[in-house]
């Protein structure tokens, strides 16, 4: 985990938008965004990425982290 990641676990599903997005806008990938393994948290931070146009591939190494390229 580097200073620019994004940790959500903890983050109710209805604050995960803004934060990403604020988190987005102001770090210059690459970073990661760690999901946990909720699916409905992975489909908020999905959604937000590629509303902004953010290319990201499903971490190799940990299936609830999202990684922005």
Excluded at 19 to 36: A, Q, Y
Excluded at 37 to 61: A, C, D, P
């Amino acid at each position: 985990m580097t200073t620019d990641d994004l940790d959500l676990h903890g983050v109710r599903h209805a604050d995960v938008e803004v934060l990403v997005e604020e988190h987005v806008l102001r770090h210059t990938p690459p970073f990661s965004i760690i999901t946990g393994n909720s699916s409905t948290m992975k489909e908020i931070v999905e959604r937000v990425l590629e509303r902004h146009g953010f290319k990201y591939m499903q971490s190799v190494h940990n299936l609830g982290s999202i990684t922005i390229l």
